[in-house]
């Protein structure tokens, strides 16, 4: 079975420019996260989103990233304007979905971003 | 609140050593724990994990039991492998909160031959 995808896998931009990621889930999976890994640190869940719904956005920078999952399938996030502080490597997943036994997550290989 | 503390890194070891890495958790009720890997270049990968007290994960030689009176779940392998250099993380779910895991720092490890 084909993983989560995610492009591009480097990205380098100055501050204040926008940025965008974009992630596939593995087929069938209804559950899709967005986190944030900052160097030295665990990952930091930014958005999941339940099909197309939002489930939880409460760490998100909302003044500044965006996420969107049309269809519920794929999902991009963006950044707009970027900051220093927002380099990191962002990673997406996806689960099965609801209930205490689809816990687990399957990650991508993520995408690292450089603010400069 | 819930959160999950890791043994500071890095963590160096010779070839066929035995690993600990140490594990607690804060958290209300009963959380899912978790053991995830990441080698270098690539994600997270799910190593293994345990749902109920007293349960023990395992995967590939490794393998962490939950204990809830200590509420711990360090991990352990009897002999590492060069190819086991990656870092670790450990992670919890808390009970009847959906699927947002909360992470742990991260430890690497680096296998020497």
Known sequence: ????????????IEKRQSVAFWCNPISGHATLYWYQ??????????IQFQNNG???????PKDRFSAERLK????????????LEDSAVYLCASSLGSGRNSYEQYFGPGTRLTVT | GNSVTQMEGPVTLSEEAFLTINCTYTATGYP???????????????????????????????????????TSFHLEKGSVQVSDSAVYFCALIPFGTGNQFYFGTGTSLTVIP
């Open chain 2, 32 to 70: 899912s724990l978790f053991w995830y890997v990441q080698y270098p270049g690539e994600g997270l990968q799910l190593l293994l994990k345990a749902t109920k007290a007293d349960d023990k994960g395992s995967n590939k030689g490794f393998e962490a039991t939950y204990r809830k009176e200590t």
């Open chain 1, 1 to 12: 079975e084909a993983g989560v995808a995610q492009s591009p896998r480097y990205k380098i």
């Open chain 1, 72 to 83: 519920g399938v794929d999902s991009t996030l963006k950044i707009q304007p970027a900051k």
């Open chain 1, 54 to 60: 939002v489930v939880d956005d409460s760490q998100l």
């Open chain 1, 37 to 46: 890994q900052i160097l030295g640190q665990g990952p930091k869940l930014l």
